[in-house]
């Protein structure tokens, strides 16, 4: 395939956006602890939030935009994607140890090696699926995939966040109503999101929808 220096420039992005939610991540960070206690500016915390939330949704479409041109799938991807989550858990378990921010466990480190990860989990669940996504598209024309993509979009996600607006506006539970799962919208993060954002990035693959990222291309040369 041909190099596309725009997306690789996307990705080291996201890259940078997934970290920088990491570290504002109060229950997993310290930015956010470090700035209540320090008085730092948490506005700007916000703002880097805001900027780097759509992280995993963009990556999510760039899947669905190069997976669904080819109906071959490389499932040992998901096992390397696991073994690489529990490498970088252990490391960061062995990382606090050492500076004595936790007490070295034998019970501990294994439970270090179990991958608790949503993403990946719901990555990988997506991957398994995509290919059966794939095989439904390919029976669709244009006009069809306009309105499944449309449809996607204002059934999985502006219904839930319409909901979740007035749910907060009125103090009231309307999550019987909500069209993901009783939980809600759960902040995206279900397997009903993951595949909206798969099908979507499919959907504009196969719409052949052209985008203008000079700018990103004129950056490497």
């Known amino acids: 395939m041909k190099r596309m220096s725009n997306i690789e420039l996307l990705r080291i992005l996201l890259g940078i956006f997934v970290i920088a939610l990491h570290i504002n991540n109060p229950s997993d960070g310290a930015a956010i602890t470090y700035a209540s206690e320090n008085h730092i500016n948490e506005a700007m915390l916000v703002i880097i939030e805001m900027a780097s939330i759509c992280a995993v949704n ?32 252990m490391i960061k378990y062995v990382m606090y140890c050492a500076l004595n921010i936790n007490h070295f466990n034998v019970k501990e480190l294994l439970i270090s090696c179990i ?3 949503y993403f990946i989990t719901l990555y990988s669940t997506t991957y398994l699926v995509s290919i059966i996504v794939d095989y439904g598209l390919d029976k669709m024309d244009r006009v069809q995939l306009k309105k499944i993509m449309i449809s996607g979009i204002i059934v999985f996600s502006v219904v839930p966040t319409v909901l979740s607006v007035v749910s907060e506006l009125f103090g009231r539970d309307f999550s019987g109503l909500n069209t993901i799962g009783i939980g809600g919208s759960q902040r995206g993060y279900t397997i009903v999101n993951f595949l909206l954002l798969y099908v979507i990035g499919a959907c504009l693959r196969r719409l052949d929808l052209k985008i203008n990222l000079s700018m990103a291309d004129a950056l490497y040369e």
């Open 58 to 89: 963009v990556f999510l479409l760039i899947s669905g935009y190069f997976l669904t041109s080819s109906h071959k799938r490389n499932y040992w991807k998901i096992l390397e994607l696991f073994l690489q989550c529990i490498m970088f858990m």
């Open 115 to 117: 991958p608790n990860n």
